[in-house]
């Protein structure tokens, strides 16, 4: 199992003075970006998520985009896509920058959740929420990964699924769940609740017959250093025999990304806000721009 091994060094300072992504940046001062929609091809201010002065990481930032989730046992949440429709002329779900397909990715956003947070009378984050999922283009099965918060009655903690990789027993529970092994202790969700922070990760499968390795850096110090190697499994998580990832095969790509795909249920009605999402080829840090 390719764990790198990370010393735990003394923990940096917050990285300011972020750049710009190259692919993508989107503050949402001005709107809701004309690239950024529900999958359905909607605005995101059409489709569930809303535009919101109240809350903002700060100056310059002016308004976010906020979803309100209700209170249910079931799978719940509405995803939106960072893509441009037009070039597949698809339908349904699908918003995709394949013309962008590469094997190496970096995303960043700011993120905010209500206080409290999917609380169940005991503890907040009770459920498991997807932040972040990695597809080839066209909306399929999950490939490499996808970004979770564990609920916090088990380990609490931000974490990678590995999904076609070691998703029947690897990681660092034997589930197939990665944890921060940097900078050691790592900050847990419900220590952030009703507050701004800054998520960047990176997703590497240019190796694609042997490892995808992810990086999480959060507010420009890193946590997460992992390589998985690939285990295929078919209709367990991910489902290789379902997906377009082909290990090994040089073709692989990283196609889409959904944000906030799945909160797996939600023990109390809950908010979450976003803003300056960010796609690039290279490291962006922490932003202390509004780009559009």
Known sequence: MGIIAVPTLARAPVVGGGVQG???????????????????????????????????PGAPWTQSIRQDIAQTGA???????????????????????????????????FYKESNPFDYNGTTDHA???????????????????????????????????????????????GSGNWFPNCNLPAPTPNSYLGQWHCFEIYVDISDDAHHVFV??????????YHDFAF???????????NSFFTPGNGTN???????????NAMASASKIWLNQVGVSTIQMGVPTVAYN
């Open 22 to 56: 190259n692919i993508y940046d989107q503050s949402f001062n001005s709107g809701d970006g004309v690239t950024f929609n529900d999958g359905g091809g909607n605005f995101l201010v059409a489709g569930g998520w809303h535009l919101d002065s109240s809350t903002n």
């Open 75 to 109: 799978n719940t949440g509405l995803y939106c896509y960072y893509g441009n429709i037009a070039p597949d002329n698809l339908v349904g779900p699908s918003a995709i920058y394949d013309q962008h397909a590469l094997k190496k990715l970096y995303v960043r956003w």
């Open 127 to 173: 459920n498991i929420q997807k932040f972040l999922r990695f597809y080839q283009p066209g909306i399929n099965n999950p490939i490499a990964t996808s970004f979770e918060i564990l609920p916090s009655g088990t380990t609490g903690v931000y974490s990678f699924f590995s999904e076609v990789y070691d998703s029947s027993g690897g990681g660092s529970d």
């Open 215 to 224: 990086k999480f850096w959060l507010d420009g110090v890193l946590y997460t």
């Open 231 to 241: 285990q295929p499994v078919t209709g367990g998580p991910g489902n290789v025999a």
């Open 253 to 263: 790509v990283l196609g889409d990304l959904q944000f906030f795909g799945t909160w």
